[in-house]
């Protein structure tokens, strides 16, 4: 976002709670602001960003977690509250809230007649709905959103995969997360993931774009390391159309699927806010963060019908480690293993940028690498 906005000469400051970050290290940010953590002091994390919009006089600001967007919604809609004249690009909080709660998401998917995997809706570990020693496994243990409070702080969430009865019980047991908050037990699914990434203005749809994940972390399923821009499938974008169109979507939204080897798709979520290979789009000619920034300042920018497909963008050190545990994986050959290895070291230097390390704004890419040896050198 750091390096669209900025190459549109859009001035910029970015903040996190840190002392450095990423994009604060970008030749584009003209200004690096460290707020409170909105994790552990919300309330100051709000009126640290009420008073920095106040001094610089800044009049859109743009979340990039989904915590931080529901705190500063939550603040705006108070009406004491500064931050009403400012303004943030997303929908209302409400709206937000029952397209990120992925339980609600694939009940309204249900709903809407929209293929989901075989899904069981829990409460409470301790009252689930179905026998565990009874399901199919592989099984996906799901929590409902991305950020749930519990017992006065903020937890962060993660998807996590049982391969038995034994270990779901114990993830359930101990990871607080699905004792927090609603949660699911899914079918797992094979195959690859695909995303449909949009923007909308009130409602009205400006822009598609779609990627197929080539590389993930972790490999069974997790973020992307290694994309492909590639044509939005018709299915896929009709899918996406009818849930953001139903709720009159406004912003940005990765509607993301998994899609089966026989090419079945079925939704997994909706993330609320830019996504991690956002990159890929913006080289293949969707700017989505210049389109935004354009419907946030009022303007009217055309809607994008086309953009180039096979571009590649990769994640250098999300790749290694995805390979890295990849190797570790016992349940796969040697013969694969292999495979991963040439695959890993394959270069295709005319369709591939990197999304981090980049010539022409090089500092990320540095800062990036020393927290990573600094993490490397803390693992047992």
Known sequence: VTRSLGAQSVPLITAVESSTALAGCSRHSQMYFSYPSPLLTPELFTLAITELCKQQNIDIVMPMTELTAALLLNAQADATSNLSDITLPFADLNTV?????????????????ISIPGTWYATDPDNLPVDLARMSYPLVLKPGKSWVPYQGEWIHTSVK???????????????RSFQAHPFMLQEYIPGSG?????????????????HKRLREKPPRGGVSVLSESAAVDPVLES?????????????????????????????????????????????????????LYQVASGMEPEPRKDYKKGIRLRWLLGDIDSLYLTLRDSELSAIQKLKSILKFLTPHPFITRHEVNRWCDIKPFWWELKQYLKDLLGRD
């Open 194 to 210: 695909e995303g449909v990434f949009a923007l909308y203005d009130h409602g009205k749809p400006l822009a598609f774009f779609a």
């Open 239 to 291: 899918y996406a159309r009818k849930l953001l169109d139903h709720v009159g979507w406004h912003g940005v939204a990765m509607v993301e699927f998994r899609v089966t080897p026989d090419g079945a798709p079925y939704l997994m979520e909706i993330n609320t806010r830019f996504w991690g290979s956002l990159q890929l789009a913006v080289d293949a000619g969707v700017d989505f963060p210049w389109l």
């Open 161 to 175: 995969i049982a391969d038995n009865a034994t270990q779901a019980a114990d993830i359930l047991k101990s990871d």
């Open 97 to 113: 809230d029952s397209i990120a709660d992925k339980c609600s998401l694939m009940q309204l998917a249900e709903d809407l007649d």
